[in-house]
T-cell receptor, first 111, second 111 residues
Framework: KQEVTQIPAALSVPEGENLVLNCSFT??????LQWFRQDPGKGLTSLLL?????REQTSGRLNASLDKSSGRSTLYIAASQPGDSATYLC??????????FGTGTSLTVIP | DGGITQSPKYLFRKEGQNVTLSCEQN?????MYWYRQDPGQGLRLIYY???????QKGDIAEGYSVSREKKESFPLTVTSAQKNPTAFYLC??????????FGEGSRLTVL
């Protein structure tokens, strides 16, 4: 069964720093990988979707990469801001429309 | 605006009661999902539906029931058989490009 791991579980950085969040998965036969943001008490907001044939996707200050063969994805956040403070989750999709989620990285950006 | 609407946002249940959580989407998506989120755990799949009048059990379906009579609606009933129903419940739908969208969630508390 697919297992998705996100390390570290929590991260605290000063404002302005560039940072990388990690997501690893055990089964490389994925359809795509998606990064989400979750604010306390809220639903998940989609940030970036990477199809299995793609290597990376970018949106504003966010860049996500995918290395299927090694079972890894990274989310790069440039010039972090206090408003970026949230929990970031990754999810992989298999055929049959099944999704597997990591437990998330809780990010705090200190002003 | 297109999106997923979950209601109620907060719900309190007494022991022995059934409660129903509503999930409505106007995104014209075929597949819909219900997840449960507990502190420190990843999202766990309760039920999913690929198409109207069809649904499948997920990993933790015991004590829950669903229906899919309309494309737009996928209500979840938490029955009295669910032994530990206090949790945050998230509804999602799947776009054709493989992107998963979530509602704002419903928090259920057992009194």
């Amino acid at each position: 069964k697919q297992e998705v791991t996100q390390i570290p579980a929590a991260l605290s950085v000063p404002e302005g720093e560039n940072l990388v969040l990690n997501c690893s998965f055990t089964d490389s036969a994925i359809y795509n990988l998606q990064w989400f943001r979750q604010d306390p008490g809220k639903g998940l907001t989609s940030l970036l979707l990477i199809q299995s044939s793609q290597r990376e996707q970018t949106s504003g200050r966010l860049n996500a990469s995918l290395d299927k063969s090694s079972g890894r994805s990274t989310l790069y956040i440039a010039a972090s801001q206090p408003g970026d403070s949230a929990t970031y989750l990754c999810a992989v999709r298999h055929t049959g429309n099944q999704f597997y989620f990591g437990t998330g990285t809780s990010l705090t950006v200190i002003p | 605006d297109g999106g997923i609407t979950q209601s109620p946002k907060y719900l309190f249940r007494k022991e022995g009661q059934n409660v129903t959580l509503s999930c409505e989407q106007n995104l014209n998506h075929d597949a819909m999902y219900w997840y449960r989120q507990d502190p420190g755990q990843g999202l766990r799949l309760i039920y999913y539906s690929q198409i109207v009048n069809d649904f499948q059990k997920g990993d933790i379906a015991e004590g829950y029931s669903v229906s899919r009579e309309k494309k737009e609606s996928f209500p979840l009933t938490v029955t009295s058989a669910q032994k530990n129903p206090t949790a945050f419940y998230l509804c999602a739908s799947l776009a054709e490009n493989g992107e998963l969208f979530f509602g704002e969630g419903s928090r259920l508390t057992v009194l």
